[in-house]
């Protein structure tokens, strides 16, 4: 029941690029503040982009957000072994039921 | 350093009740408020709803309206979500987080909680 739309998976190999692009409506994303977070196999998601391209103090300039309209796009260039994980958008859904909305999440894979 | 601590696994019977606290370090706790998130296996991140540190004003998530109550006890700065009703789709990780408006910026290590006959 996603509000926010994902690819499911995406890959490259090593030192390659992919993006993630997130897709919702006006009362979402065109309207709010979108993040990205990163969920290894296993364990808690942890925020890697905020306020649709900013990065929390650690997170490596390999990680970038950008947003357009009611789109947005999490790239990740010089890919690792280690970027292996699910990816979700987030964003606040200002609809009648609002609150905290996640995208459908997309699987990373490093060929 | 911020850290969130969540409790234990729980196996809970359907129709029962179970309650999973998330003790907060490395901020003052009434800075922030608290969101509750869920992750069924295999699937994707569900936030279930939020509670202010500050004042305890809750938004809960239309779904679960009824069924859940979040509170928070800033002496202890532990926020505490408790789910009634428990069904087999109530199967899940419940991760707290750290509420930063625009952003989760900081997740607790998640607790299993299993409905199960």
């Known amino acids: 029941q996603s509000v926010l739309t994902q690819p499911p998976s995406v890959s490259a190999a090593p030192g390659q690029k992919v993006t993630i692009s997130c897709s919702g409506s006006s009362s979402n994303i065109g309207n709010n503040y979108v993040s990205w977070y990163q969920q290894l196999p296993g364990t808690a998601p942890k925020l890697l982009i905020y306020?649709?391209?900013k990065r929390p103090s650690g997170i490596p300039d390999r990680f970038s957000g950008s947003k357009s309209g009611t789109s947005a796009t999490l790239g990740i260039t010089g890919l690792q072994t280690g970027d292996e994980a699910d990816y979700y958008c987030?964003?606040?859904?200002?609809?009648?039921?609002?609150?905290?909305?996640f995208g459908t999440g997309t699987k990373v894979t490093v060929l | 350093q911020v850290q969130l601590v969540q409790s234990g696994a729980e196996v809970k019977k359907p129709g029962a009740s179970v309650k999973v606290s998330c003790k907060a370090s490395g901020y003052t706790f009434t800075s922030y408020g608290i969101s509750w998130v869920r992750q069924a296996p295999g699937q994707g991140l569900e936030w279930m709803g939020w509670?202010?540190?500050?004042?305890?004003?809750?938004n809960y998530a239309q779904k679960l309206q009824g069924r859940v109550t979040m509170t928070t006890d800033t002496s202890t700065s532990t926020a505490y979500m408790e789910l009634r009703s428990l069904r087999s789709d109530d199967t899940a990780v419940y991760y707290c987080?750290?509420?930063?408006?625009?952003?989760?910026?900081?997740w607790g290590q998640g607790t299993l909680v299993t409905v199960s006959s």
């Open positions: 987080a750290r509420d930063a408006n625009t952003a989760l910026d900081y």
């Open positions: 306020d649709n391209n």
């Open positions: 509670i202010s540190a500050y004042n305890g004003n809750t």
């Open positions: 987030g964003t606040w859904d200002s609809s009648l039921s609002a609150g905290h909305v």
